[in-house]
Nanobody, 125 residues
């Protein structure tokens, strides 16, 4: 069973930054399409981005474009979500997900085979 593990969440003041990390427990990152999602209390889960070794990063969420950046480091088997200029509306549980396929991307949570437990991001002064 492949495990997907997120880390890096926490409490940050408005305008601050956080970097989330995500890893997969088996294989190499290049074998997987990776997605970032978030879910705030009482709201539906939102797709943030999707990336694979053979495609550019696809950004799905207009409200974070220009502030959030997804990147991959195959050497470290890690994917990152750099979040800048954080706002209270960005507070949510952030999830990473993986699917062992290449060349495609999806913003659907159900499409991914392996899903992390999430890491809490709180934006408050």
């Amino acid at each position: 069973q492949v495990q997907v593990v997120e880390s890096g969440g926490g409490l940050v003041q408005p305008g601050g930054s956080l970097r989330l990390s995500c890893s997969v427990s088996r294989g190499t990152l290049d074998d997987y399409v990776m997605g970032w999602f978030r879910q705030a209390p009482g709201k539906e889960r939102e797709a943030i981005s999707c990336s694979s070794s053979s495609t550019r990063v696809l950004d799905y969420l207009d409200s974070v474009k220009g502030r959030f950046t997804t990147s991959r480091d195959a050497a470290k088997n890690m994917i990152y979500l750099q979040m800048n200029s954080l706002k209270p509306d960005d507070a949510a549980v952030y999830y990473c997900a993986a699917k062992r396929v290449v060349g495609v991307c999806s913003g659907s949570w159900r499409w991914y085979t392996f899903r992390g437990q999430g890491t809490q991001v709180t934006v408050s002064s």
